[in-house]
Structure formats: structure tokens, C-alpha cells
């Protein structure tokens, strides 16, 4: 057991410790990044208040998978842009 905590310790002390730092010319595509980023939020959240519209008017019709859908859509597009920004973030 203790050999292989000095394994580890070797090991752990010999391997570098980069920091990650953006590449020269970068600033134009992380600002296009971070565009396209709030273009996708106001789309799902615009989603997200159209599908509700529609549910509540698909209530009166017997419609409301159809809105249903949507509210689904529009849910599944907020994590997914929120779980990209964090994944940006974390090396950009």
C-alpha cells in the first residue's frame, strides 16, 4: 500500500499543471460564441411563451399535445444552451 502511494505521489509531481489561455485572434470568435449564445436563450424563452400561448388557446380546441410538444421543445433548448455555456466556460 505504500508504495503505491508513493507511486502516486511521483507520478502526480511529475505530470505539468497547464493553464489553458485563449490562442491569439481568438476575441472575434468567442464574441460571435457569446452572440450566439443569447440569440439561442431569447429563442427558447420566446419559444417557451408561444408554446404556452398555444397550449392555452389548444385547451378550448383539444389540441394541447401539440402545445405540449413545444413547452417540451422549448425546455430541452434551455438546458441545452445553458449546458453549453457552462462547457464553454470551462475551457474557453
Known amino acids: ?3 503505491a502511494v508513493l507511486l502516486h505521489h511521483a507520478a502526480t509531481s511529475v505530470l505539468p499543471d497547464p493553464t489553458p489561455e485563449e490562442p491569439p485572434g481568438f476575441d472575434g470568435i468567442t464574441t460571435i460564441l457569446n452572440w450566439l449564445s443569447w440569440a439561442v436563450i431569447i429563442l427558447g424563452v420566446a419559444g417557451f411563451l408561444v408554446s404556452a400561448g398555444y397550449l392555452a388557446f389548444a385547451a378550448f380546441t383539444g389540441r394541447e399535445i401539440n402545445g ?10 434551455a438546458i441545452l444552451a445553458t449546458a453549453v455555456g457552462v462547457i464553454f466556460r470551462v475551457f474557453v
Open 1 to 3: 500500500m505504500k508504495a
Open 68 to 77: 405540449f410538444k413545444g413547452l417540451i421543445i422549448s425546455i430541452i433548448v
